[in-house]
C-alpha cells in the first residue's frame, strides 16, 4: 500500500471511529415509561421507550418571573444531591435551556386543573409545565418516582440516574386529599410533624388536619388563655409529659408546610373532647369547677358549659388567634362524640360556633355529628361514623369529606396480631383500606357532594415516629390514590404489585412500613 493510500485509509478508519464513538455515546438505554411504579397512578402515560440522564451536568432551570417556582425547583435540587452526589444547580431562565437539563415552567393548558402537570420526557430534556406552582411541586413527586428508589437515599449512591421518555399528563380527581395527626392524645414535636409533611408530599396531599385539643392535652399556645398549654399541655395518654406548640413553632409548620404546596387544617375540638381545657380554667366549666388532667383514653365524658356566656368569650378568643395564624380556608371544630352534651344544647352550640369562625374568615370543617345543627354555606361534613349524619348534611348543602372509619383510620389494627392501634371500627388491612370509592360509600351521596378523602391517625395507642409510620404506611399511599386517580383506574390486583415494588422505595426513605402477607414484595422489599 502506497504511503498515500495508507494515509487516507487511516482517515477513513479515524472518522469511522469518532462516528461509532459519538453515537454509542448518544445511544440511550431504553427505559418503558408506562411499567414505572408510581404511587398515586397518573391520568395518562405515553411510553416513548428511551431514557434521559440526569448526570454531573444536569442543572433545573425553572421561568423566570413566576412566583412560587423556584422553592419547587431547589426542593428537587435538595433531593437529588445527596444520592447522585452531583452539583444540581438551580438558575432561573428566560427561555427553553439546552440539552440535558430539567426544566420547570408554568403554562396554560385546558386539559390540566389547578394542581395538575404535564411531564414531556425526551433523551434531551426533562420538561415539566403546570397552570399553577402546586401543580410543578406534584410533578416533582412524579420525577423522583421516576428516577430509581437509591434517588432517596441521603447518601451517596450509584446511579445511573436514568428516567423513562414519554409524555404524562396528570391531574387529581378530589380537590382534598388529606392525612389527620392526632397531637393531643400523644404529642409530637415540630421535627416529627415535619418529617411526616414531607411523607405526605411524596403521595401529592395537599392538606394536614392536626387535631390541636382533646381530654388529654392542649398543644397550641393561645396568647389570651395561657394555661391551656401550661397545664392543659402538661401530660398526655398513658401520663407522659405531653407538650404544645408555642405560637412561633406553628407558624413555623405552617410554612413549611405551604412551601410543600400543603394545608394545615387546625382543630380545636368542642364541646365534648375538652377536658384538658376544662382543667385549665375552672369558668368553662358548669360547676364552675376545674376538672382533674385526663391521661386515659375514654371518649364522650366532657364538655364545655354551653349555657356560659364566658364560654363564647373564649372560643372567640382561640379561634380569632388561631385563624390569625392560619393561612388556609379551614377551621376545624370537631363536633364529635359530645355525649354529655344535650342535643338541645349542642345544636346551638354548633350554630353560634360557626358563627364565630366565618366571623374570623374562616369556613368550618366538623365530624359527621355537626349535621345536627343548621350548617352555614360552605361548612363541611367530615364523615367518620353516621352515614345518615353525613347524608343530613349533604341534604343542607354541604360538602362531605370522607373519612370512613372502617377504611380510611389509620389507626385502626391491619388484623387481631397488630400490637398497635385499636379495632372498634374493624380491623383495616391494606386491600380493605384501597378498596373502596368515595362515591359509591354511601347511597344518595354523590361525586358533587365530596370534596375529597382524609386518613386521620389517632395516636391513642402510637407514641414515637416509628410506630406512626407503621401505621401510616403503606395505608396512606392507596388512600391519596384514592383521593387523586379515577375510580375506573384503581384496582387492588394491579394495585398491590406496584406497592410491591414501591417497598425499596419506602426502605430507602427510611420509613418503618407494615409489611402485609397481602402485598406480593419484590424480594428486596420483603423485610
Ligand atoms: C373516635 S373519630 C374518635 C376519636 C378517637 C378515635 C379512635 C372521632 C371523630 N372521634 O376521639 O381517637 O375514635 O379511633
Redesign the pocket.
Known amino acids: 500500500m502506497s504511503r498515500k493510500k495508507r494515509k487516507i485509509l487511516m482517515n477513513i478508519l479515524l472518522i469511522a471511529g469518532i462516528f461509532i464513538s459519538t453515537t454509542s455515546c448518544v445511544k440511550k438505554t431504553p427505559v418503558d415509561l408506562s411499567k414505572e411504579t408510581l404511587i398515586p397512578k397518573p391520568v395518562s402515560v405515553t411510553a416513548t421507550n428511551s431514557s434521559f440522564e440526569i448526570t454531573n451536568k444536569t442543572r433545573i432551570y425553572f421561568n423566570k418571573g413566576s412566583d412560587g417556582i423556584e422553592s419547587t425547583a431547589k426542593y428537587l435540587a435538595e433531593i437529588l444531591r445527596p444520592s447522585t452526589g452531583f452539583p444540581v444547580q438551580v438558575k432561573s431562565t428566560l427561555k427553553k435551556p439546552k440539552s440535558g437539563n430539567i426544566y420547570l415552567s408554568l403554562t396554560d393548558n385546558k386539559n390540566l386543573s389547578e394542581e395538575g402537570y404535564e411531564l414531556v420526557i425526551t433523551e434531551k430534556m426533562v420538561q415539566l409545565t403546570a397552570n399553577q406552582p402546586a401543580g410543578l411541586f406534584h410533578g416533582v413527586q412524579t420525577i423522583r418516582q421516576l428516577l430509581p428508589d437509591e434517588i432517596e437515599l441521603k447518601t451517596h449512591a450509584g446511579g445511573p440516574w436514568l428516567i423513562g421518555t414519554g409524555t404524562i399528563l396528570d391531574y387529581p380527581e378530589y380537590e382534598y386529599r388529606g392525612a389527620m395527626l392526632?397531637v393531643a392524645?400523644h404529642f409530637f414535636g415540630v421535627e416529627d410533624v415535619k418529617q411526616f409533611i414531607d411523607q405526605l408530599a411524596l403521595y401529592k396531599i395537599n392538606y394536614l388536619h392536626l387535631h390541636l385539643s382533646?381530654d388529654q392535652g392542649w398543644r397550641i399556645e393561645i396568647k389570651s388563655w395561657p394555661n391551656l398549654t401550661l397545664h392543659g399541655g402538661s401530660t398526655e395518654v398513658g401520663g407522659g409529659e405531653g407538650g404544645f406548640y408555642t405560637q412561633e413553632q406553628y407558624i413555623d409548620l405552617v410554612h413549611y408546610a405551604a412551601e410543600r404546596f400543603i394545608t394545615i387544617v387546625p382543630e380545636i375540638?368542642m364541646p365534648g373532647?375538652t377536658n384538658a381545657a376544662l382543667s385549665s380554667y375552672p369558668e368553662l366549666n358548669c360547676n364552675g369547677k376545674a376538672t382533674k388532667l385526663y391521661t386515659g383514653t375514654r371518649?364522650g365524658f366532657s364538655t364545655l358549659c354551653t349555657k356560659k356566656e364566658v364560654t363564647y368569650t373564649f372560643i372567640d378568643d382561640v379561634i380569632g388567634e388561631l385563624a390569625s395564624m392560619t393561612t388556609g380556608p379551614y377551621i376545624h371544630i370537631?363536633g364529635?362524640?359530645s355525649h354529655v352534651t344535650p342535643m338541645k344544647e349542642y345544636i346551638p352550640f354548633i350554630n353560634r360556633v360557626q358563627e364565630i369562625v366565618l366571623k374570623h374568615g374562616k369556613m368550618v370543617i366538623g365530624?359527621d355529628e355537626i349535621a345536627h345543627s343548621a350548617l352555614k354555606p360552605n361548612t363541611v361534613v367530615?364523615y367518620?361514623?353516621l352515614a345518615k349524619n353525613a347524608k343530613k348534611g349533604v341534604g343542607q348543602g354541604a360538602k362531605v369529606l370522607m373519612s370512613p372509619?372502617k377504611r380510611a383510620?389509620l389507626?385502626?389494627q391491619y388484623d387481631s396480631t397488630t400490637t398497635l392501634g385499636?379495632h372498634?371500627?374493624a380491623y383495616v388491612e391494606v386491600d380493605s383500606s384501597y378498596s373502596w370509592d368515595p362515591e359509591k360509600l354511601v347511597p344518595g351521596i354523590t361525586k358533587e357532594d365530596i370534596l375529597g378523602v382524609e386518613a386521620?391517625l389517632?395516636t391513642?395507642t402510637i407514641t414515637n415516629m416509628n410506630d406512626l409510620e407503621y401505621m401510616v404506611f403503606p395505608r396512606l399511599p392507596g388512600l391519596a390514590e384514592i383521593g387523586w386517580t379515577p375510580a375506573a383506574d384503581r384496582s387492588w390486583d394491579e394495585y398491590k404489585v406496584r406497592l410491591g415494588k414501591h417497598g425499596k422505595r419506602m426502605q430507602a426513605l427510611g420509613i418503618n412500613y407494615y409489611p402485609s402477607p397481602l402485598v406480593p414484595w419484590d424480594e428486596k422489599s420483603a423485610k
Do not use: I, K, T
Request: glycine fraction near 4%.
Open positions: 392526632d392524645r382533646d375540638d373532647h371518649v370537631g364529635d362524640e365530624w367530615q367518620w361514623s372509619a383510620y389507626d385502626m385499636l372498634w371500627a386521620p389517632w391513642e
